[in-house]
């Protein structure tokens, strides 16, 4: 199952194609085991065929199930990108509001997270590259936290408090979003689907092989379809990897929005 892992982490499609391989060889031994068990005590596929109809069943609903934790991780890679944004965008704003020079720093070191949290989205599955943005992302909220409570020892009033409580929310959002990105579909659940996959094809080659019916065709077709179903709950589900990613453009509209600054009207 760890080799398994690994081989999806480095390449999805090395993946699909091993998984694809592998249910065929799995068919075909079924299909041979049964062509033994047909010639030495005929062939009896009515009761294997219930059986194997109930198996393929079961597949098809682990299948949803899987599809629906992938889903769900997915959803939830997005929705908090979404939210650790927005909080960047009110925490920088309230900065800006403040204004004096700590307050502008504040907004400087905002920009800076913004573009590290964009970079933490884009980046590739490498443990050590994740350290490093982990380690800059924590040392900037230092740096950037010393900044507001300075300002809070200076004025401890409700609009320092405001930019208190914004950029403790995007702090929160940040945590919310690193575990999002750290959950995987859980190895048991992949290899309870990959294995009744492949229980389920060598099954159908079984009944095949009491009829003495090998269908080539419609059997690789229906492996093509198991397998490009269970690729892309693999590559929903993996964040880092594969083309159904997180998308980083959010932080870069918040960017966008910081251009210019928050420029003071005259009085009315």
Known sequence: MTLITAIADRSLLAFGALLFLIQLVAHEIGYRVGLWSASRRGAQTDSVGVVVGGMLGLLAFVLALTLSFANTG??????????????????????????????????????QYTHLRIAFIQAKNDPAALDDLNRRNNALQTQIWGHVSAIARERPDAVVASLMAALNETFDMTTAARFAYALRLPPQLLGLLIGMALISMAALGFQMGLRRNQLHVLAALLTLMWTVVIFDIIDLASPRSGALRTSAAVYEWTLQSFHGGVPIPPPP
């Open 74 to 111: 997915f959803s939830e890679r997005r929705a908090g990108s979404l939210a650790e944004a927005n909080a960047i965008s009110t925490a920088w704003q309230r900065a800006e509001a403040i204004g004096l020079p700590r307050g502008d720093e504040i907004a400087r070191l905002l920009e």
